[in-house]
């Protein structure tokens, strides 16, 4: 599929992470302040369907 804004379509990372659980999320913060562009990748979908709990709602 073609994009209709070629120049707004990135193809290059300096760093790509696979897995968005709590290693995958604090290794692209802190790759990314060390002012690299990091994109991260998970095979689940974001935000998930449910919403989080608060302790004085468990």
């Known amino acids: 599929?073609?994009?209709r804004f070629p120049d707004m379509?990135?193809?290059y990372w300096?760093?790509?992470?696979?897995?968005?659980?709590p290693a995958g999320s604090?290794?692209?913060r802190f790759l990314a302040?060390?002012?690299l562009d990091v994109?991260?990748?998970?095979?689940k979908?974001?935000?998930?369907?449910s919403a989080p709990h608060s302790p004085?709602?468990?």
């Open 45 to 49: 979908r974001f935000p998930r369907h």
């Open 14 to 21: 300096d760093v790509l992470i696979v897995g968005a659980g």
């Open 26 to 28: 604090v290794a692209a």
């Open 56 to 58: 004085a709602s468990v």
């Open 39 to 43: 994109t991260v990748v998970d095979r």
């Open 33 to 35: 302040q060390a002012g």
């Open 1 to 3: 599929m073609r994009s």
């Open 9 to 11: 379509v990135k193809t």
